[in-house]
């Protein structure tokens, strides 16, 4: 089976806290690509990271920063000192190569709510 | 700024009639997506462009339909909206389909749909 898995439905923070978002992915693929979507109440989903399946260095991005770890088949997003213009739902995806072309799954999505 | 870009944000229909959802998009990909989201549940794709040639899930309903007169346009054609049919609808595109990174989707501020 090729899925991804958010085990948290729903994390909600104080400002200024730190939150790590969960991520496992399942395929059979040995190259494939990861991403982190950030999706506001607005609704557009927003790229954040793509990873790649041969680049296991962690990224670090202002107060963002990603996880990933294929001994696990995780890919784990961390918000460090976390703001109230954090809260979204929070998707990982994987790509996989299917009929002809990649296409993404998704996860279910973590909601993230941040209070003041 | 390049972008996708999707009209209107809110669109009421009543049931059974056909309503049409459009995106443009200023980034000159290829490949031109379209997505279903229901409410707390992830994006799922419905069909996709590439270029003209036309993909479509295999469990899309027959009641979708799109349409891509030029590359920078793409309509999302509902024929007999149900009231299953209620939900964000989501315009992505990538450069690529096949190739990443060129395969990264870029998506719409989405269009929500309710229907009567």
């Known amino acids: 089976a090729q899925k991804v898995t958010q085990a948290q439905t729903e994390i909600s923070v104080v400002e200024k806290e730190d939150v790590t978002l969960d991520c496992v992915y399942e395929?059979?693929?040995?190259?494939?690509?990861l991403f982190w979507y950030k999706q506001p109440p607005s609704g557009e989903l927003v790229f954040l990271i793509r990873?790649?399946?041969?680049?296991?260095q962690n990224e670090i991005s202002g107060r963002y920063s990603w996880n990933f770890q294929k001994s696990t088949s995780s890919f784990n997003f961390t918000i460090t000192a976390s703001q109230v213009v954090d809260s979204a739902v929070y998707f990982c995806?994987?790509?996989?190569?299917?009929?002809?072309?990649?296409?993404?799954?998704f996860g279910a999505g973590t909601r993230l709510a941040v209070h003041p | 700024d390049a972008m996708v870009i999707q009209n209107p944000r809110y669109q009421v229909t009543q049931f059974g009639k056909p309503v049409t959802l459009s995106c443009s998009q200023t980034?000159?990909?290829?490949?031109m997506y379209w997505y279903q989201q229901k409410s707390s549940q992830a994006p799922k794709l419905l069909f996709h462009?590439?270029?003209?040639?036309?993909?479509n899930e295999a469990d899309t309903p027959d009641n979708f339909q799109s349409r891509r007169p030029n590359t920078s346009f793409c309509f999302l054609d509902i024929r007999s909206p149900g009231l299953g049919d209620a939900a964000m609808y989501l315009c992505?595109?990538?450069?690529?389909?096949?190739?990443?990174?060129?395969?990264?989707?870029?998506f719409g501020p989405g269009t929500r749909l309710t229907v009567l």
């Open positions: 992505a595109t990538s450069r690529d389909r096949t190739s990443a990174p060129t395969d990264t989707q870029y």
């Open positions: 395929t059979r693929d040995t190259t494939y690509y």
């Open positions: 990873r790649n399946s041969f680049d296991e």
């Open positions: 995806a994987l790509s996989i190569f299917s009929g002809g072309y990649n296409k993404l799954i």
């Open positions: 980034l000159n990909h290829n490949v």
């Open positions: 462009y590439y270029d003209k040639d036309f993909n």
